[in-house]
């Protein structure tokens, strides 16, 4: 018995609750854990120094670069100590040079030596050094790859040693250093070394970009346009983001572009948010180059370019942001801006996937599931699928639906099929309310309900689904699940032919043909049975031919009457086929053609001739039963065929059917309509 969907609903909260709307060009990513820990190098072994000196060294290195105990400030002297201690094989004091590079201390900027003194003390496992490089690999920075895998990895590290980040706690509290204030904010925030706790890290935030440090300002924007930790204002976030991109803050000169792209605490600007993407995208900002990527593949802001968006996108991948691997991904599969290759639109794909990026896990189990650049594997598919649904991908709760009920990669499951088109209908996914009113109207993994059925087709037709509208055109014009109304029929076929949907170009040229809903107009009936005929509609085919024969509302044109019953036959419609099988017989826009009406006949009929091994003779077939209409006619076109055969025996022409039939000629009676 299917379960009510209260219970169903009550289900698929433990879905939704792991739902991650985020937008594919947020910042300040939110990122769920891998299921598995990338296993890292890590050199257990490495000596840390006995050297007394080098602990004397990395202190005194300490009080200069914070000015503690009387000492002078002096970050460029506190660096030359550091090196020494860290020559000497002081690992805390390498993961500090690191954080010097990172944060300017002393030296200029370089994310990437800053990258390189943290990955040589984070193979001690030093905390600080794990802590930022979880940081880099989240988040990223210009050069530094995004590997959102390696980061969960290095977080898991740090939960596993104990005061990870005392450097940073002491460095801020103490010491009140802007940097490490922001640090140990993102601590909070990310729940690195610390517990996570957003409060805390709107505070640490706040204290940091009140002394001016860039960073700490673009976070503390990012706060206040999200409220996390403090209420949202939108104009005090845009505030502070000037205020760290004035410092060249490229994530803040990104966040400025993003917030007049949407108009968020200022009036939308698309220009201007190109001119912001533009100026962070130059500088290396990977969440920029995507960003920019898709205003070139969109035309927002500037003029349409796939060259660029695809240039831009690659820029982006190539720093391992998942955003912009799947929309490199997407490019090469679609051939948008380079040539096509659906292996490199599978590998892109793969890469963000790995990433844990849900549209890329949907996308990459789609080319499983069809072969696309990779071999085809339906279980695979199913896997991925799953990954992406497990992350709140609505696309992906529609896929598995479709696998359920239909047996790709899983058996078939009626009921769970409907479960996940309820999951992804509830989220508004319009194939998904399409695909659920389906099951509905037929009985599939659920009580057959047309009241039910057109309640989801309305839904996915009010969002502009095109299917939906038809079918639901076709509940009015039937009364199915609403009271019969052609007028209504007739409008959700014109939406969904206008959309270019031949089933429905079809349905509303048969409504114009027959008066239905709107005034008989053979005309337009003719118009909507072409749109729908240049598709290879066979119904459409088979319509525009008769009136072609005609001449109803067209011109009469029985070759091009001939020409579209044989298009038609030939895809299986019955009807058309018994109008080919007329042509042929009657020499209607072909020469007259016994057998190949007979011929088409027969397929009209849904039989075949069983001809004895000793007689080639049509006289001794039968027939399975089939369309009436095309059976009368074939048995009496049988006649005609014996009759003018060369081999058939010598009947008079004249001979009337019962005397044919007497004969053998005609065996028995038309079978009735299956």
């Not at 009550?10 to 739902?19: A, G, H, N, P």
């Not at 050199?43 to 007394?52: A, G, H, K, Q």
């Amino acid at each position: 018995m299917t379960p009510p969907f209260s219970h169903i609903l009550q289900r698929s909260r433990l879905v939704l609750s792991k739902l991650n709307h985020q937008k594919r060009q947020s910042t300040f990513l939110t990122h769920h854990p891998s299921t598995t820990s990338l296993p890292l190098p890590v050199n257990l072994d490495r000596p840390t120094s006995t050297d007394p000196s080098s602990h004397h060294l990395f202190k005194l290195a300490n009080c200069h670069l914070f000015g503690r105990k009387g000492f002078p400030k002096s970050p460029s002297t506190a660096l030359v100590y550091y090196h020494k201690a860290a020559a000497l094989g002081y690992v805390q004091a390498e993961s500090v040079l690191g954080f010097c590079y990172e944060f300017g201390f002393g030296v200029t900027k370089d994310f990437l030596v800053a990258e390189h003194h943290y990955l040589e003390a984070a193979k001690s496992l030093d905390g600080l050094a794990m802590a930022r490089l979880a940081f880099l690999r989240k988040y990223g920075r210009p050069n530094v790859k995004i590997d959102r895998v390696e980061a969960e990895a290095w977080t898991e590290r740090v939960r596993h040693c104990p005061n990870a980040v005392a450097w940073i706690v002491e460095a801020a509290t103490m010491d009140g250093d802007a940097a490490a204030q922001y640090a140990l904010g993102v601590c909070y925030h990310d729940g690195v070394g610390m517990p996570k706790d957003d409060h805390a890290a709107f505070r640490w935030y706040k204290a940091s970009a009140e002394q001016g440090n860039a960073r700490g300002q673009g976070i503390l924007g990012y706060c206040y346009g999200e409220g996390f930790g403090v209420d949202k204002d939108e104009v005090e976030a845009m505030k502070w983001y000037r205020l760290a991109a004035i410092q060249g803050e490229t994530v803040a000169i990104y966040n400025v572009g993003y917030c007049y792209e949407d108009g968020i605490g200022v009036e939308k600007n698309v220009q201007e948010a190109v001119k912001w993407y533009r100026l962070s995208a130059e500088q290396g900002n990977a969440f920029a180059q995507n960003s920019l990527g898709y205003c070139y593949e969109d035309g927002i802001g500037v003029d349409q370019d796939f060259q660029q968006a695809a240039m831009w996108y690659k820029q982006s991948a190539e720093q391992g942001y998942p955003w912009a691997e799947c929309n490199l991904g997407y490019c090469y599969q679609n051939g948008i801006g380079v040539d096509k290759d659906d292996a490199l639109g599978a590998h892109w794909y793969r890469r963000a996937a790995l990433q844990s990026h849900a549209r890329a896990q949907h996308n990459l189990g789609f080319c499983y599931q069809n072969g696309i650049g990779v071999l085809k594997n339906e279980q695979e598919a199913v896997k991925w699928y799953r990954r992406s649904a497990e992350r709140g991908n609505i696309f992906a709760y529609h896929s598995l639906g479709y696998c359920y009920q239909n047996g790709i990669g899983v058996a078939v499951n009626e009921q769970a099929a409907v479960f996940w088109y309820y999951l992804s209908a509830e989220e508004n996914h319009a194939p998904a309310q399409l695909s659920l009113g389906y099951c509905y109207r037929n009985g599939i993994g659920v009580l057959k309900k047309e009241r039910e059925a057109v309640k989801w087709f309305r839904r996915s037709a009010e969002q502009g689904n095109a299917l939906a509208q038809n079918s639901l055109g076709f509940c009015f014009e039937e009364g199915l699940g609403v009271k019969k109304d052609s007028a209504r029929a007739v409008y959700w076929y014109h939406k969904s032919a206008r959309q270019n949907n031949p089933w429905a170009q079809c349905n509303l040229g048969f409504c114009f043909a027959n008066g239905i809903g709107v005034k008989k107009d053979s005309t337009k009936a003719v118009y909507w049975y072409r749109q729908a005929a240049a598709q290879n509609h066979a119904r459409a085919q088979d319509k525009l031919g008769l009136h072609l024969q005609a001449g109803l509302g067209v011109d009469r044109d029985l070759e091009g009457a001939f020409a579209m019953f044989k298009r038609a036959a030939e895809q299986d419609h019955i009807a058309a086929q018994f109008h080919l099988a007329n042509c042929y017989e009657k020499g209607l826009g072909c020469t007259m053609d016994l057998r190949q009406a007979t011929l088409w006949f027969e397929r009209a009929a849904m039989g075949k001739f069983f001809l004895c091994c000793q007689c080639t003779s049509l006289t001794h077939c039968f027939l399975l039963a089939g369309c009436r209409s095309s059976h009368e006619r074939l048995r009496r076109l049988l006649v005609r065929v014996c009759l003018f055969s060369p081999d058939s025996s010598a009947l008079s022409s004249t001979a009337s059917e019962e005397d044919l039939t007497c004969s053998g000629f005609i065996l028995g009676h038309s079978a009735p309509a299956a």
